[in-house]
Nanobody
Framework: VQLQASGGGSVQAGGSLRLSCTAS????????MGWYRQAPGKQRELVAR???????EYADSVKGRFTISRDNAKNTVTLQMNSLKPDDTAVYYC?????????WGQGTQVTVSS
């Protein structure tokens, strides 16, 4: 397994969850990392991404609520999700993107109840 995601679960609206994704060192060091999500009946969409240099980008819908970070020593990217809303319910996927190819992790379910 090249990318291993963890941390999904169920939470009430307003709650928090943290997603983590660990990659192999060879992939992580060369890649920009990101989180995408796909809700039932919808296309997969970008949630947040972070470059190797630490620059970040967020979907408008999560700005101010979600924070992406990377720990280069642990080859891990983390998505801290606060003030969760029912609309955040989706399967979340980790992505490692570099010059050669994209690597996707297995999805992790996030369910937010009202």
């Amino acid at each position: 397994v090249q990318l291993q995601a963890s941390g999904g679960g169920s939470v009430q609206a307003g709650g928090s969850l943290r997603l983590s994704c660990t990659a192999s060192a060879s992939i992580f060091s060369q890649s920009d990392m990101g989180w995408y999500r796909q809700a039932p009946g919808k296309q997969r969409e970008l949630v947040a991404r972070i470059t190797g240099g630490g620059s970040t980008e967020y979907a408008d819908s999560v700005k101010g609520r979600f924070t992406i970070s990377r720990d280069n020593a642990k080859n891990t990217v983390t998505l801290q999700m606060n003030s969760l809303k029912p609309d955040d319910t989706a399967v979340y996927y980790c992505l490692a993107a570099n010059f050669f190819r994209n690597y996707w992790g297995q999805g992790t379910q996030v369910t937010v109840s009202s």
